[in-house]
C-alpha cells in the first residue's frame, strides 16, 4: 500500500522559531489532513484541507493544499515546548469514503 | 464525553494466543476503523466499517478479524497471535462519507512474544 512521503523525518528546533514541513504523493488527492499524536494518545485532527490551493490557518498553524493536488504543507510559527510531538499528513482520495492514506510522520522536538 | 474509548490499554501475548480489542464511541458516528501503527510506517488501515452491519478489508487485513457489533462497538480480533503483530493499535471513528475527519481512541499496545 502506498505510504505519502512526509520530510522531515524530525527536527529539533528552539523555542520562537518558525516550522516548516511537507507532504508528498505520486497520487492525486482531494483532501488533506494534518494530525499531531502526542506520546501515549492518538493522533488528533489539526487542519483539515479540501480544494487545490487552499490555506487553512488555525491559531499558529497554516496549512496549504498543493496546487498539483500532489502535496501538502504545514508551517508552525513561534514554536512552544507543547508543540513536542508526531505531525502526521494524511490524504484522501474521491470516493473512498474517508479511508485515509497516512505519511510517516515529522517527529517534533523543541529546546527551549 | 468520552469520545473514542480502547481497551486494554496495553497487552502481552504469546505466539498462538487469541485476544479481541474492543473500542467504543458515543459520538453517533456511523463509521469505525482500526489502524496499526508501527515505527517508520505511519497508520495503516487493517478493517474498516463504513456502517453498522457492513465491513471491509483495508490495507493490511491478514491475521485478524473484526465484527461490528453495533453502532457503538467495533472490535479486532487476533485468532493466533504473532510477534509481527506487535504493534500500537488504534481504533477511529468518523461521520459518514467524505471529508469526515477521524478522531482516535488513545490506542492498544500490543506484544506478541
Known amino acids: 500500500g502506498q505510504q505519502l512521503n512526509q520530510s522531515p523525518q524530525s527536527m529539533f528546533i528552539q523555542e520562537g522559531e518558525d516550522v516548516s514541513m511537507n507532504c508528498t504523493s505520486s497520487s492525486i488527492f482531494n483532501t488533506w489532513l494534518w494530525y499531531k499524536q502526542d506520546p501515549g494518545e492518538g493522533p488528533v485532527l489539526l487542519i483539515a484541507?479540501?480544494?487545490?490551493?487552499e490555506l487553512t490557518s488555525n491559531g499558529r498553524l497554516t496549512a496549504q493544499f498543493g496546487t498539483t493536488r500532489k502535496d501538502s504543507f504545514l508551517n508552525i510559527s513561534a514554536s512552544i515546548p507543547s508543540d513536542v510531538g508526531i505531525y502526521f499528513c494524511?490524504?484522501?482520495?474521491?470516493?473512498?469514503?474517508?479511508?485515509?492514506?497516512f505519511g510517516t510522520g515529522t517527529r517534533l522536538q523543541v529546546t527551549l | 464525553n468520552a469520545g473514542v474509548t480502547q481497551t486494554p490499554k496495553f497487552q502481552v501475548l504469546k505466539t498462538g494466543q487469541s485476544m479481541t480489542l474492543q473500542c467504543a464511541q458515543d459520538?453517533?458516528?456511523?463509521?469505525m476503523y482500526w489502524y496499526r501503527q508501527d515505527p517508520g510506517m505511519g497508520l495503516r488501515l487493517i478493517y474498516y466499517s463504513a456502517s453498522e452491519g457492513t465491513t471491509d478489508k483495508g490495507e493490511v487485513p491478514n491475521g485478524y478479524n473484526v465484527s461490528r457489533l453495533n453502532k457503538r462497538e467495533f472490535s479486532l480480533r487476533l485468532e493466533s497471535a504473532a510477534p509481527s503483530q506487535t504493534s500500537v493499535y488504534f481504533c477511529?471513528?468518523?461521520?459518514?462519507?467524505?471529508?469526515?475527519?477521524?478522531?482516535f481512541g488513545n490506542g492498544t499496545r500490543l506484544t506478541v512474544t
Open positions: 484541507l479540501y480544494k487545490a490551493g
Open positions: 477511529a471513528s468518523s461521520h459518514r462519507g467524505d471529508n469526515s475527519p477521524l478522531h
Open positions: 494524511a490524504g484522501q482520495r474521491a470516493g473512498t469514503a474517508s479511508k485515509l492514506t
Open positions: 459520538m453517533n458516528h456511523n463509521s
